[in-house]
């Protein structure tokens, strides 16, 4: 959830520039392309919320009505998948100065991505242990803000360095090689590390 924060405010720190200094529009028609952002949100909300329901129900109805709060991870792997792609997309369509629609495609997707993963890691936080759901609700959101604070101050010089195609592209690859290995590791032995966990509260 941090690396993701992360990467959400460092799109938000150089998409100004992109539309201003790259395409060269105005201030007033640069601010339109937040839409893209926007409507990415919305729509993983509209979607994601009952397709983590949905998954979730499923497996318990699987485990003989028995929830388990690691029944919530399954739909993180396809929520990285697509912020990976909507980052690359975004990243190189950009770089190639395309239409500007190709960009903001490739936001929405991020977006998209962005919402759906939340919803799942925060139900997660909540189930996993009801009793410290506020503390673990409390230091995601702490950790992910340290993210956010940190992420932008190296954002604008690594793009200038490396490229919208390039930097885009090594945010889209952390987003795979940490959304989908990490959720198979606590659907399998998350049940075993909350039991240890619980244990050392106690």
Do not use: H
Request: proline share 5%; glycine share 10%; charged share 10%.
């Amino acid at each position: 959830m941090a690396f993701i924060y992360g990467f959400k405010y460092l799109m938000l720190v150089t998409y100004p520039a992109l539309w201003t200094k790259v395409y060269g529009y105005r201030i007033g028609i640069a601010g339109l392309m937040y839409i893209a952002l926007g409507v990415g949100s919305v729509s993983g909300l509209l979607v994601g919320t009952p397709l983590i329901q949905f998954v979730y129900l499923k497996l318990v109805a699987r485990n003989n009505g028995v929830a388990k709060p690691e029944y919530r991870l399954p739909v993180l792997i396809p929520s990285s998948v697509l912020m990976g792609i909507g980052l690359i997309w975004y990243g190189w369509s950009a770089e190639a100065k395309i239409f500007w629609l190709m960009p903001e495609i490739g936001t929405a997707i991020f977006s998209f991505g962005i919402s759906a993963l939340f919803q799942t890691i925060q139900n997660y936080l909540i189930d996993m242990n009801p009793m410290y759901a506020a503390s673990s609700i409390a230091a995601g959101a702490m950790f992910r803000s340290f993210f956010a604070f940190g992420f932008p101050l190296f954002g604008q010089a690594m793009y200038n360095r490396l490229g919208y195609g390039w930097a885009n592209t090594l945010c889209g690859l952390l987003c795979f090689t940490l959304g989908v290995p990490f959720p198979v590791f606590v659907y399998l032995k998350g049940e075993k590390l909350r039991k240890w966990a619980n244990k050392r509260f106690q």
